[in-house]
Structure formats: structure tokens, C-alpha cells
């Protein structure tokens, strides 16, 4: 993540702790203990209303241009992604760029933006270290793969640094301070050509050089969070003798769990007031509260031929609650999750939820921590992978991939819009 708040959405999935190895090499605990959280809100309703944001302008990007993260207010890191045809397949090729938006010349960046790295596949996350001098981020190993390798750039010499070339979790990367990262991989880092059949939490330290440490490690490993010592994620356990439940991951049994860095041990996360399953815990920038996103969606049987016998009935709600402890408050429900960002002073959410039945509701919200009123900003056909506020809480890099058909099937086409506000 970029030093605000951002998440940036891709498939949720989860473990169970059965599938976690006590090891003290790998520094885990030998029991994992279970820790409860929460204290009610200051959220009184979730009506559409004005805010205290005015929104006074969006500038958007050309299509194709996919925003990454802010390097400063006015500053954006951001790729160029583009289809080319190789053996008949598809391929998509991304360099890495930074873009000023203070005096824009046209929607059309690559006329005024600056190359920085190149990129062979997709690069798929930037994340900005807090003193901004490097940037971690994940190039994809292959055109349609969700894995790739993670690398360093330092901004000042312009050097690359690969940190690990196999199977790293694209999205999934948190800086604990100016030296050291942590990211979620999958499979062996001494096999290359090994395919995970679980994953990792990685640190890396750029002062021990090539030296690796892993964290934790469970079959499944998702959406990576950090508030202050402790590091919050998501671990499922794939089922085995339910095939037809396997395939569809966001609804594999899983529990919240953090890790302390100071002691090495690792706890279940219980909500006090949350009964559904929890999938992600979003800190806000000063750590008093937490956005949680919940999961009930289930498989259902559709009466139909057994091509279409099940389908998925998506069920998804937000929380807000303070860390200290109380009961949380529902703060919004819709059929998808898509991404969430705290403002940096933490008065505003941005949230994206998708609504399949009204279309209207499909529009990105602004949430009103104090007073639980939200505001709707950009279009329904939006869907957005990213929401990133700028270092002044002013400006909003709202990222979207938008399905559409490609030679060999269906790919992401990305539209990239910042709206300002007073």
C-alpha cells in the first residue's frame, strides 16, 4: 500500500488455522490465541446525502492507463497497458511511469508522463516505501497468471532489485518501514518451477541483502493489512471432499488472523457482534478503527441441467468498529466487495460495492465517518480494483478493469480517473 490507506481488490479467499504448521522456524506461535475486538462506531445511517466533499473536478485518463499509487499530491505512479499480438496469443505489455497532474496537457498521458522501469508482463502493484525512496511491485510471471515476480525500484538511482521471481501474490505487498516489506507468495523460493499448493507471508529487509524470512504459511493467504506491530490477513482452507464447493474460493471456510512482529506469534481474530465470516480488516491511518469486510455468500442449486446446477448467491457487508472494543455497526451490504481506502485523516471511506440488481447503486460511495452519510461519485459502470486518496485527502485515484473480449477470451480493459474536491 501506498503510505494513505488503499486497498485494491482481486478475488477473496481464506484458510482455516487447521492448515497452519506450528513451527518456531517459521516463527509461529504454538497455539494460536484468540483475541476479540471492536467498540460501536460513530455511524448513525447509510442514506445517500450531500457531504462535507465537494467534488469539482475529474480528470480521466485515456483508456488503457491503469493508476497505481500516489508518489505525492500531485504525482501518480501509474502503467501504460497494451495489446499485442505474439505466437497468436495475446500479450500484454506494461512499463512503469509517473505522471504530474498539476497542469494536465491532454487525457492522454503518454504524452507527458516519465518512464521509469520496464515491464515484460503486467505490472500489477506499486507500493511506495514511507520515506519514498523505493518502490515494491509485482510483475506478473505470465499474460492470465494472478502470480509474478516482486521487485524493488529505487527511485533516486533508478536501479531494479528482484526480491523473489516465483509465484509472489499480486497485490498483496505492505512496507513496515523504510527497509523492510512483507508480501504474500506462493510455492518454494528454491523451485523456481515449483506450483504453489499453499502460500506465505514474506519478509524481506533490504539491508540483509538476499536473505528471505517467512512469517506465517497456510494453504491460503489473502488480503495482507498492517496496523502498527501487527499484521492482519485472511487464511482459508480449501475443501477436500467437496469438489464442486473447491471451485469456488470465496466461499471456503476461513478465519481473520494477525501476527505480531515483535513477538512472532499469531492469533485468530474474533468480532465481538460479528457472527458472518470475516474476510478483510481494513486499519484506519491512526489504527482506532477498523472497516471489516464480511463474507456470507453461499452455493445454491439452481433446479437447472448440470451445466448451470449451482450458482453462487453473493452476500457481502462492511463494518465499522473501533479497535478498542463495543459492537461494530453495518455501514453497507451489496453483492460484491470491490475496494475500500480511509482518507488520511480518517474522517472518509471510499468504497465501491456492486449492486446486480440497481445498477444506480453501483457507483462508488464517500462514507461520512462521524455522521454515517454517504455521497455517490463517479459512474455505474465503473469497477473499480483501486481507491487510493492523495497524500491531502483532496483527491481520489479511482482505478477500474472493465471485462471485455479478447482473442483468446476475456481480458481487463483499465480507465483511470482523479476527482478533486474542497
Wanted: proline share 4%.
Amino acid at each position: 500500500m501506498m503510505p494513505q490507506q488503499q486497498t485494491r481488490r482481486f478475488i477473496m479467499v481464506a484458510l482455516s488455522a487447521a492448515a497452519l504448521v506450528s513451527s518456531a522456524a517459521y516463527g509461529y506461535a504454538k497455539a494460536p490465541e484468540t483475541k476479540t475486538v471492536g467498540k460501536q462506531a460513530s455511524v448513525k445511517d447509510n442514506k445517500p446525502s450531500s457531504s462535507a466533499l465537494k467534488e469539482i473536478k475529474t480528470l480521466e485518463l485515456d483508456m488503457g492507463w491503469s493508476g497505481l499509487g500516489w508518489q505525492a499530491e500531485n504525482k501518480l505512479f501509474l502503467t501504460k497497458a497494451s495489446w499485442k499480438k505474439h505466437d497468436q496469443l495475446p500479450k500484454k505489455f506494461n512499463d512503469l511511469f509517473t505522471l504530474n497532474i498539476s497542469n494536465p496537457t491532454s487525457t492522454a498521458p503518454e504524452k507527458w508522463a516519465k518512464a521509469i522501469a520496464a515491464g515484460k508482463e503486467e505490472i500489477s502493484q506499486a507500493t511506495l516505501s514511507p520515506d519514498k525512496k523505493h518502490l515494491f511491485y509485482v510483475e506478473r510471471s505470465t499474460y492470465e497468471s494472478q502470480y509474478g515476480t516482486a521487485k524493488i525500484i529505487n527511485l533516486q538511482t533508478g536501479k531494479v532489485l528482484v526480491v523473489v521471481s516465483n509465484y509472489v501474490i499480486e497485490g498483496e505487498g505492505l512496507w513496515l518501514n523504510n527497509d523492510s516489506i512483507v508480501f504474500i507468495g506462493g510455492g518454494s523460493i528454491s523451485e523456481p518451477g515449483a506450483k504453489p499448493t499453499s502460500r506465505v507471508i514474506y519478509r524481506y529487509d533490504m539491508s540483509y541483502g538476499k536473505e528471505i524470512f517467512v512469517l506465517a504459511k497456510a494453504d491460503r493467504i489473502s488480503n495482507l493489512e498492517k496496523s502498527g506491530d501487527k499484521l492482519y490477513y485472511q487464511v482459508s482452507k480449501k475443501p477436500v471432499n467437496n469438489k464442486m464447493k473447491a471451485d469456488f474460493e470465496q466461499i471456503w471456510d476461513s478465519q481473520m488472523k494477525s501476527y505480531d512482529l515483535n513477538t512472532k506469534k499469531e492469533n485468530v481474530i474474533t468480532v465481538k457482534g460479528i457472527t458472518r465470516k470475516m474476510e478483510q480488516m481494513i486499519p484506519s491511518p491512526d489504527g482506532s478503527r477498523f472497516l471489516i469486510v464480511t463474507n456470507n455468500s453461499a452455493l445454491v442449486a439452481t433446479g437447472k441441467d448440470s451445466l448451470n446446477k449451482y450458482v453462487i448467491r453473493n452476500d457481502y457487508q462492511l463494518y465499522l468498529t473501533e479497535a478498542k472494543g463495543g459492537t461494530p455497526k453495518k455501514v453497507a451490504a451489496g453483492d460484491q466487495f470491490l475496494a475500500a481506502s480511509w482518507s488520511p485523516e480518517g474522517n472518509t471511506i471510499a468504497y465501491h460495492m456492486s449492486d446486480f440488481k440497481n445498477l444506480e447503486n453501483n457507483k462508488i460511495r464517500l462514507l461520512d465517518v462521524k455522521t454515517g452519510k454517504t455521497q455517490l461519485i463517479g459512474s455505474i459502470i465503473d469497477r473499480a480494483m483501486q481507491l487510493s486518496w492523495s497524500p491531502s485527502g483532496t483527491k481520489l485515484l479511482i482505478t477500474n478493469a472493465i471485462p471485455i473480449q479478447v482473442p483468446n477470451g476475456t481480458g481487463q480493459a483499465y480507465y483511470t480517473s482523479i476527482v478533486s474536491f474542497k
